[in-house]
């Protein structure tokens, strides 16, 4: 009987569990779903990047995969009827939307008499898995981390022998909104889609920066880290697949790296048992600060890189031209809009996934909830980020930011940080800084000792 491979944060065929599954019951057909409600959603790099991604995914599958618009719900029984298929294989999903999707999907193919499998996870260990000495879940990271890694992971999963793959008619005007949608203008110069350039850019970084990954990762004017953030967002690559290729390797790069895939699976765990912290304090205890509104000249300056902090504006205007941001920035960017602008998180963890082809809600909304003070191992509230000696110690040359900010390229080496120290630092139209953050790290003070009391 033909088996359905319904394709989510798992657009690769290699180290794919859900695969094998499925090829035990027949000839596959893998399926894409373009869901509207994400679709729209999603800011045009986001949507270039799928879209990318998908036709890569195409020729992997040798043409097979089929492309579906529409609500899940209704597309996926509609396609096992067409089909005739015996069961709908997924990789499990674990965000809250994805659950409540997946659960109304398998309801309505209950009643049909179609079995729904799921095998796996875009983990090393499912969230939900790992568990404290009582079986609760971990609270802090470095116990968890400790947990995981003594849980440990399956070795990559091969494809499956014999295995045969079958098609069904795809949905031409989807695909031609795909193809649009990855050759759109305006779309941010984006990184090679597909398992293939994945790979290459994994060999390059485990080759050439990997050994100096733990004292090179916060520095943003050096290609030191990995940037493997997107693939591992659709599931192009599963971190299975790189935690294997590290085996037999020591050194502080590859503990470091494992330490932070380890986080990523740390916050999808914490989103798992509390689906509530997606939009809202995890921890309660900042519940009465006092933040300022949204929408104001101020934040806009913020999406726009016109703040006059040259690495809080190099931040942003990376994001906007290439979809991504380095970690150390989105922490100076995020602690700028949260702590310099006294604006709740949740707004800039929206504008971030707009724009963010790794968008991913659990790292990204834990990301900014541990800047903000309100998260899991969240940074304490009162440590606040000064935006110029973070830009100095990690951008010690100036060059990130002359890369992203031609108005500061007429300065020199570190003097790009503070053009106000300069008699020509605004010789080129940069802004003047738009709030001081020396008077507005007391403010923030001030509210977080009145919402104390
Ligand atoms: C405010 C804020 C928002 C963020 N939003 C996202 C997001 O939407 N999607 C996302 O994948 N990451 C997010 N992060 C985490 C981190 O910034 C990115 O994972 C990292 O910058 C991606 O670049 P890289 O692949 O080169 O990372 P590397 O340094 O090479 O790390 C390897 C991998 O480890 C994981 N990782 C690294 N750091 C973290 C971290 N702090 N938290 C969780 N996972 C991590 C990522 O999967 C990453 O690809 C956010 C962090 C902050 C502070």
Do not use: C
């Amino acid at each position: 009987m033909t088996a359905i491979l319904w394709l989510r944060r798992d657009l690769r065929r290699r180290d794919l569990p859900a695969l094998g599954a499925a090829h035990e019951a027949g000839p596959v057909v893998p399926v894409f779903v373009l869901d509207p409600s994400l679709w729209e959603g999603a800011g045009p790099a986001r949507r270039a990047w799928l879209a990318a991604t998908l036709e890569a995914t195409r020729d992997a599958w040798d043409g097979h995969l089929v492309l579906r618009a529409g609500d899940p719900r209704e597309v996926i029984p509609a396609l096992v009827r067409e089909t005739g298929a015996s069961a709908v294989h997924v990789s499990r999903e674990t965000t809250p939307a994805g659950r409540r999707r997946d659960a109304a999907v398998a309801r309505a193919l209950d009643g049909d008499g179609v079995a729904w499998a799921e095998t796996g996870t875009p983990y090393a260990v499912g969230p939900g898995v790992v568990r404290n000495g009582e079986g609760n879940p971990f609270q802090v990271f470095t116990p968890f981390s400790r947990a995981w890694r003594e849980h440990g992971w399956p070795a990559p999963a091969a494809e499956p022998a014999g295995l045969r793959l079958a098609s069904a008619p795809g949905d031409d005007a989807a695909w031609e909104e795909v193809r649009a949608a990855a050759g759109a203008e305006g779309v941010p110069a984006l990184p090679g889609a597909g398992e293939e350039a994945a790979l290459a850019r994994w060999e390059w970084f485990r080759e050439e920066a990997l050994e100096d990954y733990g004292e090179l990762r916060d520095r943003p004017d050096l290609d030191a880290v990995s940037r493997l953030s997107p693939y591992l967002k659709l599931g192009v690559l599963h971190p299975r697949t790189l935690l294997a290729d590290l085996t037999g390797r020591d050194g502080k790069g590859r503990a470091r790296f494992e330490a932070e895939l380890a986080w990523r699976e740390f916050y999808a765990d914490v989103l798992f048992h509390n689906p509530d912290s997606l939009w809202q304090d995890l921890k309660p205890g900042l519940g009465g600060l006092a933040y300022d509104e949204p929408d104001t000249d101020a934040v806009a300056a913020w999406q726009a890189g016109e703040t006059g902090y040259p690495i809080v504006d190099a931040g942003m205007r990376q994001l906007l031209a290439e979809g991504w941001m380095h970690n150390r920035v989105r922490m100076i960017t995020a602690s700028f809009l949260t702590k310099d602008l006294h604006v709740w998180w949740p707004v800039g963890a929206r504008y971030f996934l707009a724009h963010l082809i790794d968008g991913d809600v659990a790292s990204n909304n834990h990301g900014w909830q541990w800047v903000a003070g309100t998260g899991t191992d969240a940074a304490p509230y009162f440590r606040v980020f000064n935006p110029v000696t973070q830009g100095l110690r990690f951008d010690p040359e100036g060059d990130y930011v002359r890369r992203w900010i031609p108005e500061l390229r007429h300065l020199r080496g570190a003097a790009a940080h503070e053009p106000w120290k300069d008699a020509r630092g605004y010789d080129s139209g940069y802004p003047e800084r738009i709030v001081d953050h020396a008077a507005e790290r007391t403010e923030a003070l001030e509210r977080y000792q009145r919402a104390r009391r």
